[in-house]
T-cell receptor
Framework: AQSVTQLDSHVSVSEGTPVLLRCNYS??????LFWYVQHPNKGLQLLLK??????LVKGINGFEAEFKKSETSFHLTKPSAHMSDAAEYFC????????????FGTGTRLKVLA | NAGVTQTPKFRILKIGQSMTLQCTQD?????MYWYRQDPGMGLKLIYY???????DKGEVPNGYNVSRSTTEDFPLRLELAAPSQTSVYFC???????????FGQGTRLTVV
């Protein structure tokens, strides 16, 4: 079965410092992976997606993620955090066990300190 | 282009009451999903549909029912509300196959 594990439930960074949110996946074949962001009391917005093209994926708002098959990882990074980045971030894998289903990690809450 | 629209945004139910959460999408997507979000648990799949007339259970279907009579609409029914169903519910849709899933704004349901 496919799954994702987000290694940190909470991450705190200072404004202007790098962000690293970690995600490991489990899949028997090449997965499709996504990062979504959820701002407080809002819906979910797609940050970026990996679908077996380039392993380094660029998303919105300066975020990017690198697919590393050898490490089964898809970590999300940003060079410089902004206060507006404070939100919850979800790593998601799309499965194809008969149909397409989106399996969510448990989320990482990012706090940005002034 | 409205995307995925959920109604209502908020609702308080008494134990044993029933209600229907509405979800409609205007993107002609085949796949539609219902998730619930509980603190620290991410989103759990309740039911999904691969097209009109076809639905199937997800990870946490107990206490819920769905129907898909049209491509656009995918309502979620709670028959006998229980406190354990207090949650935020999200509807999503996607065209097919590893593409971006679009989410509604959510319905915050409290069962008291």
């Amino acid at each position: 079965a496919q799954s994702v594990t987000q290694l940190d439930s909470h991450v705190s960074v200072s404004e202007g410092t790098p962000v690293l949110l970690r995600c490991n996946y489990s899949s028997s074949y090449s997965p499709s992976l996504f990062w979504y962001v959820q701002h407080p009391n809002k819906g979910l917005q797609l940050l970026l997606k990996y679908t077996s093209a380039a392993t380094l994926v660029k998303g919105i708002n300066g975020f990017e993620a690198e697919f590393k098959k050898s490490e089964t990882s898809f970590h999300l990074t940003k060079p410089s955090a902004h206060m507006s980045d404070a939100a919850e971030y979800f790593c998601v894998v799309c499965t194809t066990s008969g149909t397409y289903k989106y399996i969510f990690g448990t989320g990482t809450r990012l706090k940005v300190l002034a | 282009n409205a995307g995925v629209t959920q109604t209502p945004k908020f609702r308080i139910l008494k134990i044993g009451q029933s209600m229907t959460l509405q979800c409609t999408q205007d993107m002609n997507h085949n796949y539609m999903y219902w998730y619930r979000q509980d603190p620290g648990m991410g989103l759990k799949l309740i039911y999904y549909s691969v097209g009109a007339g076809i639905t199937d259970k997800g990870e946490v279907p107990n206490g819920y029912n769905v129907s898909r009579s049209t491509t656009e609409d995918f309502p979620l029914r709670l028959e006998l509300a229980a406190p354990s169903q207090t949650s935020v519910y999200f509807c999503a849709s996607t065209k097919a196959g590893f593409t971006e899933a679009f989410f509604g704004q959510g319905t915050r349901l409290t069962v008291v």
